[in-house]
């Protein structure tokens, strides 16, 4: 049976005058209907990079250099512009950090959520409102008639994404990536967009990729993960195995970086250094500037991703046990 979602080998590199810069080396994962899936990794990891090129939306000097991208069996790099564009409107919808990305601030959101429908499909100015005002009140926005009227400045950021969210469903979607959904937003907010998100996908089947910095939120949401580091995926498995024992060093980071995960009174935990620029990549593991465990093997060779001993995923790492 087909995957909703099939990358391969994806590579994607950025043509510079000074070279091509890899950006994204080779990575593939799964998704099914209804599934979500975090895409974790500190700023520079390539997660949004991966989320653009599903979308076919990497621009210049940007280019996918290798790989496929399978959707509902249909090879995306293989659609014509037009049939591409009809994906975007239709199959796939993204969201995000900034809402005010999306929406136009001198348009009613009534009049952005209608345009948008009718140019997708054909229906009448009618239907199109009475499909906004549905799509308002599953992101529990309140009196969606009136507030149809309003301009995104008359909201506050949270119901602005909420609003977004409104957008991305007009279509019924099969899949929405939402990149940093919630990185602009109180706190407060952040967990009710998220439970928001998940309802949503729930009650639709509706597939999720979730780009985020933070593993907490991830964990909360999705059923599997793929961190990460330097263009490149170091583990990958299912949300509750990888964050109760996390293998790649970067993920045992990241998970000790976690604000719960401080002994009371101590400092809250910071991976040493930072993500290397795509022009610097370490030679070998990209991680071991910044690892711990470090040894001679990981200057000089790539761990590859692979399954390793009795864990239930995969992870590039040369010490975690084959
Ligand atoms: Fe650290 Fe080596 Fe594993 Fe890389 S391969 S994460 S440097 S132990
Ligand atoms: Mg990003």
Known sequence: M??????RDLEVRFALRSGDLTAIDRIGFTLEKGERMGL???SGAGKSV???SILNLISKPGYIAGGSIFFRGKDLAALSPEEMRSVRGNRISMIFQDPMMTLNPVMTIGD?????LMAHRKISRASAEALAVEKLQAVHIP???ARLRQYPHEFSGGMRQRIVIAIALLTDPDLIIADEPTTALDVTIQAEIMDLLLELCTLKDMAMILITH????VSQVTEKI???YAGKIVETGSTENIVARPQHPYTQGLIRALPGS???GSRLYQIPGSMPNLSAIPKGCAFHPRCERAEEVCRREVPELLKRGTFQRLVACHLVGV
């Open 262 to 264: 401080r002994e009371p």
């Open 226 to 228: 793929a961190v990460m």
């Open 214 to 217: 933070d593993l907490g939120v």
């Open 50 to 52: 991966t989320g653009f």
């Open 143 to 145: 009196s969606p008639e």
């Open 40 to 42: 974790v990794g500190e």
């Open 112 to 116: 952005q959520m209608t345009e948008s």
């Open 2 to 7: 087909n995957h909703l979602l099939e990358i």
